[in-house]
């Protein structure tokens, strides 16, 4: 059964940094692709980074060397480096997971995940 639990939250001011992270069964860590997403109050979910199974990544525009994705298969958990946080990147962040995407295009859509943790909030003041 796939579990994903979220860690790292909290406050920051702008310009500060912050790191996310979540455990992940080990079968999946190496099969699934593993994405964080965002949901701002009165907003859409949203992808912010995925890296797949073999280690390919991609970003959305908005956090583009801002932010760093990885994961770490021997602590089974996947990271979100958040640096030159913005106030407009508070939100409560989640970790997802799905076997496969067929388009890559659609990597960043909430729509292509099924599992999920339950999110950690983020806040940045200014």
């Known amino acids: 059964q796939m579990q994903l639990v979220e860690s790292g939250g909290g406050s920051v001011q702008a310009g500060g940094s912050l790191r996310l992270a979540c455990t992940v069964n080990?079968?999946?860590?190496?099969?699934?692709?593993l994405a964080w997403l965002r949901q701002a109050p009165g907003q859409e979910r949203e992808g912010v980074a995925v890296?797949?199974?073999?280690?390919?990544?991609a970003y959305a525009e908005s956090v583009k060397g801002r932010f760093t994705i990885s994961k770490d298969s021997s602590k089974n958990t996947l990271y979100l480096q958040m640096d030159s946080l913005k106030p407009e990147d508070s939100a409560i962040y989640y970790c997802?997971?799905?076997?496969?995407?067929?388009?890559?295009?659609?990597?960043?859509?909430?729509?292509?995940?099924?599992?999920w943790g339950q999110g950690t909030q983020v806040t940045v003041s200014t």
């Open positions: 997802a997971a799905t076997r496969a995407i067929v388009r890559w295009r659609s990597v960043l859509d909430a729509a292509e995940y099924d599992h």
């Open positions: 080990r079968f999946f860590m190496s099969t699934y692709y």
């Open positions: 890296i797949t199974d073999s280690g390919a990544t």
